[in-house]
């Protein structure tokens, strides 16, 4: 009874990691998306309207930072989403493995190149 | 040689009990059930698991029965029963003049048994009629009936019976005088097939007579149909009785959060024609509440009623037929390889399956004993593996 | 008195198609829904499947849907069903496969409520009314006295009602689901043992386990039975946070 | 035994006929979270125009500012607010708070996405 339990124990990953993480991020975004907007249209004055505001915008190296900031957070909140609703067709324990790394793969490369553009254009 | 092959029609307590008991000493089975297990005279039954008390003076035999299988069943099937006692309550003079009846009926049938003062009744019970004369308190108990069969049919299957719901046995299949398996017709599928058997036991309880008479025999059991009202507050901890004979509304049994009224007696021609009389289910709540007066703020939450099998006796009144059991081996009636089981209570359904085994294994010339009494059951959850 | 009923079934049976069949029965006009199941069954076509036992809501069998929505049919009056419709609509729970007409293949269900290990029966809690379950002096098996509190069955009568009713579980069965986990729950409130304790909650925080809740509350509106699985689930969800906060606090 | 298919049991998802208000909230909440991780990578898509510079990004800009994509803004918003304020009430009740309160609690949430969807409108179009 007892070596069953402590198998069905080291079976069980915790998957508690995803939601909690689901949970900050979308806190998160709800003050960084608000701060995406009002940065957009009050920090640049008018609005960001063509492309010397936007240059002007990432100037500053405090909207740089929040910038990147936000797209690690909402990145993150969006492909753990889509995890869990790919994980809830009912997947093979080796499929969710290989969707959570082809998530992770993504992911990687979605923030690189927001860092790649934000370089662009402010180099 | 394999094992001789056993079919038991029906899967209500007494089939599952019997398919278990056939199973363990190692004959092949296969129980055949036209619906779900359960589905009808067991599903709707009290739930009660008899101590006996009720038919301690006037029908020992059955008392005898019912409290020997309520010690074996509380050792075989400790985790599905609600095992709170019972009480005998008298609210009337004439109760109260039963109530030496009842005492000298608990000490012949061995029944333990134990008189309380009312003051303490009311205080286990509070909702008991605060003008109660006595109480005496005895072990009765409360099952599930269809996870009692469950239970029964989980360990069948361990040990290698086959169960088949939704499979309506149509004709029994005969060769001469003898009866060599069934034609049945699985519903899943609308197939008709051919079983063969070495033997089939017959443990449709008030449908007996129908399943008998496929084969040319014919079994003296009367479907007689009982009432139960469920309403949907638990006002009792224990079973309460009344402390008399046997009548209509003479118990409620708690289940899990409701009480459950019963029960009246009437005899029916089909059982599966069963129209509820209403005066049935007034009288039903009214004779509860002159135990438990609360019953009349609780709201009514299903009302079932099921045939029962009853032995037919000559010249009996439905309410003085012994609530014992039969089995009946129709070679007296010059057919082979059938054989009824009938009558009885779900509380005494391993003492049938073992009786009916034995009378089956003798007939088999298989020489195994009945390990029954002793053997636990496996949890009715296994059932669904 | 009797009355007429209309009622449209599910039917199917295995290799045809899936069909709606209507039907009128006559039944007593204080009928509950499984009467008319059961008069289609006795009047009509004696070939119908269908699930029932008890007929008072504690065996569980006869889950279906009732106008769309997850009932047990048997607690269920015909003027319920009725009130704004000229027939009612029977089918069979989702999320099961099918077995033919109403009824379901329940096998996963009882897998994942024999995962806690959480038995029938309960020990005594206060009643519905509030009236305690007082202890009592009962006999034990030698027929000397012996103190023990009462006892009952577990409000769950494990009709998979929640199941059928839960969209989570609509696409997956890699979920414990909302009995499941409320029967983890319990079993965790019923032991005392530690090591029990904590591997019951790291099956929870598995991976068919609390984290696939995604609080559609459904299941807790569907149930007949007041178990409230939803707010099991957010318990031991509220419990595993709490654990790994206090983990992360010590370091 | 007939089991449903995949796409089917999918479907289920997002077919809220004959479900109570949990399910609305669950299915909004997946099909607005699946808009926006669409507009988030149609978003980046977007913004690599900057890489070409004024000459690819300007005209762009031009032809954004006008009344359909307006619309598509008030439609991206009303995305947000749905699925922020429903995530409010996921996170709430995911950890214990609210339970019973949690019908209202959506339906109090919506009311407020309403009410902001409308001043954002009005903000969107006047500039």
């Known amino acids: 009874m007892e070596t069953q339990m402590d198998n069905a124990a080291a079976r069980v990953p915790a998957a508690s990691w995803a939601w909690i993480w689901q949970a900050i991020t979308g806190l998160g975004l709800v003050v960084l998306l608000a701060l995406h907007m009002v940065a957009q249209h009050f920090v640049a004055e008018g609005g960001i309207r063509d492309y010397a505001d936007v240059v002007a915008y990432l100037r500053n190296p405090l909207i740089v930072v929040l910038e990147l900031l936000f797209l690690i957070t909402v990145t993150a909140h969006a492909l753990l989403g889509v995890r869990t609703v790919l994980f809830d067709l009912g997947l093979s324990d080796s499929a969710e493995k290989r969707v959570t790394q082809a998530l992770w793969g993504v992911g990687v490369l979605t923030v690189g190149y927001g860092f790649w553009l934000t370089w662009v254009i402010t180099r | 040689m394999s094992a001789p092959h056993v079919i038991v029609i029906g899967a209500g307590s007494t089939g599952a009990a019997t398919a278990h008991d056939l199973a363990l000493r190692g004959l092949r089975v296969t129980v055949l059930e036209r619906g779900e297990i359960a589905n009808c005279t067991t599903g709707r039954n009290h739930c009660l698991l008899h101590s006996g008390g009720r038919y301690c003076v006037k029908d020992q035999e059955s008392a005898i029965e019912c409290i020997d299988e309520n010690m074996i069943l509380r050792r075989i099937m400790p985790d599905a029963l609600e095992l709170n006692d019972g009480l ?298 | 008195m009797s009355i007429q009923v209309s009622l449209k079934a599910f039917r199917y049976q295995a290799g045809s198609k899936p069909r709606f069949e209507r039907y009128q029965v006559t039944v007593p006009d204080d009928a509950n829904v499984i009467d008319v199941i059961e008069a289609v069954w006795s009047q009509h076509d ?201 983990k992360l606090m010590r370091g | 035994m007939r089991t449903d298919s995949k796409p089917r049991r999918v479907w289920q998802w997002g077919d809220v006929r004959q479900r109570k208000v949990g399910t609305w909230a669950y299915a909004l909440n997946r099909i607005t979270g699946l808009g926006l991780v669409l507009y988030l990578y149609i978003h980046l898509g977007v913004l690599s125009m900057l890489v070409g510079g004024p000459a690819a990004w300007d005209p762009f800009i031009k032809v954004v500012r006008s009344p359909l994509f307006y619309t598509l803004d008030v439609i991206l918003i009303a995305g947000w607010l749905i699925h922020g304020l429903n995530g409010l009430r996921v996170t709430l009740t995911g950890i214990g708070l609210a339970l019973g309160a949690q019908k209202a609690l959506f339906v109090g949430l919506m009311v407020v996405a309403a009410i902001g969807l409308i001043i954002m409108a009005f903000m969107v179009f006047r500039s």
């Open chain 2, 88 to 385: 005998f309550v008298a609210l009337t003079e004439e109760d109260l003049a039963f109530k030496e009846k009842f005492i000298a009926g608990c000490e012949k049938c061995h029944i333990p048994y134990r008189e309380i003062p009312v003051k303490r009744a009311l205080e286990l019970e509070p909702f008991l009629n605060p003008k109660i004369l006595a109480a005496v308190q005895v072990p009765d108990g409360v099952f599930e009936p269809f996870r009692f069969c469950l239970a029964f049919l989980a360990t069948a299957r361990k040990n290698g019976a086959v169960v088949r719901t939704y499979t309506e046995v149509t004709e029994l299949a005969r060769s001469g005088q003898s009866i060599t398996g069934v034609k049945i017709r699985d519903h899943r599928t609308g197939k008709m097939e051919v079983i063969g058997a070495d033997m089939v036991v017959n443990a449709t309880g008030p449908w007996a007579e129908k399943i008998a008479a496929m084969g040319g025999v014919d079994v003296p059991v009367s479907p007689t149909a009982g009432v139960m009202v469920t309403v949907n507050k638990r006002l009792n901890n224990m079973v309460v009785n009344r402390l008399d004979k046997p009548s209509d509304g003479d118990i409620v049994v708690p289940q899990r959060m409701t009480s459950i009224i019963g029960t009246t007696s009437w005899i029916i021609l089909d059982p599966d024609q069963i129209e509820i009389p209403k005066d049935h289910i007034e009288r039903m709540i009214q004779k509860g509440r002159e135990m438990l007066p609360a019953i009349q703020y609780a709201v009514t939450r299903g009302v079932g009623a099921a045939a029962r099998p009853l032995i037919r006796k000559a010249n009996a009144d439905e309410r003085e037929v012994s609530r014992t059991f039969e089995c009946f081996d129709h070679k007296h009636d010059g057919v082979e390889g059938f054989v009824t089981i009938s009558g009885g209570k779900t509380t005494t359904a391993r003492g049938m399956a073992e009786k009916v085994t034995d009378v089956v294994c003798a007939k088999l010339g298989h020489q195994a004993e009945c390990h029954t009494r002793t053997t636990p059951l496996l949890s009715y959850r296994l059932f669904y593996n």
């Open chain 3, 46 to 246: 004696r070939t119908l499947m269908f699930r029932h036992a008890c007929h008072h809501a504690s065996c569980g069998t006869c889950a279906v849907r009732l106008n769309g929505y997850e009932k047990l049919p048997c607690i269920v009056s015909v003027k319920e069903a009725l009130a704004g419709r000229e027939e009612m609509v029977i089918e069979p729970l989702r999320n099961f496969p099918l077995v033919g007409d109403l009824v379901v293949e329940v096998v996963s269900f009882f897998q994942k409520q024999a995962a806690s290990g959480m038995v029938i029966t309960r020990e005594a809690e206060p009643s519905l009314d509030g009236q305690p379950y007082q202890r009592s002096e009962v006999f034990a098996e030698d027929g000397t006295l012996d103190d023990r509190p009462y006892n009952r069955f577990e409000n769950c009568i494990e009709c998979g009602i929640c199941i059928s009713a839960c969209p989570t579980m609509s696409a997956t069965d890699k979920f414990f689901g909302p009995a499941g986990l409320a029967a983890i729950h319990r079993a965790i409130q019923k032991t005392d043992d530690h090591r029990q304790k904590s591997w019951l909650l790291a099956l929870a925080d598995g991976e068919q386990g609390v984290w696939r809740c995604h609080s559609a509350f459904e299941c807790t509106e569907a149930c007949p039975q007041n178990v409230n699985p939803a707010e099991a689930i957010m318990a031991l969800r509220r419990e595993l946070i709490a654990n790994k906060v206090k």
